[in-house]
Every structure is written in structure tokens, then in C-alpha cells.
């Protein structure tokens, strides 16, 4: 088992930046890769970002050039740093990890609010 925790939401004004964390603990060995997901009210989660334990990133088009996804593979942390904030990337963000299994975990999420 794996466990996921975010932390780092808020509100934010259109323009800004936020970086969100998430903490990985359990069986991490088993992990392949980690991403971002996202989901707005009344809409299907979808793909934000996600990063391979080797550091191959893939970017949804609508958040490329403003998101970077990093990970520490010291502290067993992703990161999901969002920068020129759009009222668009208001959500809940959620922390994923995939395992060379294909088991896939899952943090509870953190509320992004993105509004002047």
C-alpha cells in the first residue's frame, strides 16, 4: 500500500503562483510514476501532469509553460508548481501514484481556488 497526502492549496489571484506538495509513504519501492490530476466542479477529473521515477514528464496542453512537475526522490515528494494562475485552474488537485503493477493510489485532494 501506498499512502498520498497533499498540502499547498488556496486561493489564489489570477496571475499568481502556488506549489503544491505530496507526501508519498508505504510501499514506495513498487512506485512507477506520479502525477497531478485535477477536478473542476461538475466536470471529469483529467490529467495535469505526471513524472516517471526516471524524470520523464508529460504536461496536459492547457497547463503547459505554466506547471512544472518535479519530484525528491530523498524526501518522497512530488511537487506541482503553478504559475500564471487562470480562473480555468480552479479545482481540486490530486496527487496520483502508479505502481509497476498498475495499481494506481490516490491522495484526498487540495482545493485550488484561483479569483480576484
Known amino acids: 500500500q501506498v499512502q498520498l497526502v497533499e498540502s499547498g492549496g488556496g486561493l489564489v489571484q489570477p496571475g499568481g503562483s502556488l506549489r503544491l506538495s505530496c507526501a508519498l509513504s508505504?510501499?514506495?519501492?513498487?512506485?512507477?510514476?506520479m502525477g497531478w490530476y485535477r477536478q473542476a466542479e461538475g466536470k471529469q477529473r483529467e490529467l495535469v501532469a505526471t513524472i516517471t521515477i526516471g524524470g520523464l514528464t508529460n504536461y496536459a496542453d492547457s497547463v503547459q509553460g505554466r506547471l512544472g512537475i518535479s519530484r525528491d526522490i530523498v524526501k518522497n515528494t512530488v511537487y506541482l508548481q503553478m504559475n500564471s494562475l487562470k480562473p480555468e485552474d480552479t479545482a481540486v488537485y490530486y496527487c496520483n501514484a502508479t505502481s509497476h503493477g498498475g495499481m494506481d493510489y490516490w491522495g484526498k485532494g487540495t482545493l485550488v481556488t484561483v479569483s480576484s
Open positions: 508505504g510501499s514506495i519501492v513498487s512506485i512507477y510514476a
